[in-house]
């Protein structure tokens, strides 16, 4: 496989891990009465975490490997 579209699967990863924590979040807040903002912080912590540092990685991923013409 090419290294020119890695950042493709890199991106896909992203959203997918954005849908899940969306997904997570919200079934604990309909299943939780009383939240608490440590909870919706340590969700936080547990997802976007790894999406941001996913995202700058294949942001540097894709300048390095991408064609310059595009």
Excluded: Q
């Excluded at 991106?11 to 939780?32: E, N, Q, S, T, W």
């Excluded at 547990?46 to 991923?61: G, T």
């Amino acid at each position: 496989m090419k290294k020119e579209i890695w950042y493709k699967y890199l991106y896909g990863a992203v959203a997918i891990l954005i849908i899940a924590f969306a997904i997570r979040l919200g079934v604990d807040l309909a299943k939780h009465v009383n939240i608490t903002w440590s909870f919706i912080l340590d969700r936080t912590l547990d997802y976007l975490v790894p999406i941001i540092l996913l995202f700058i990685f294949s942001k540097i991923w894709k300048n390095k490997y991408s064609p310059k013409g595009k």
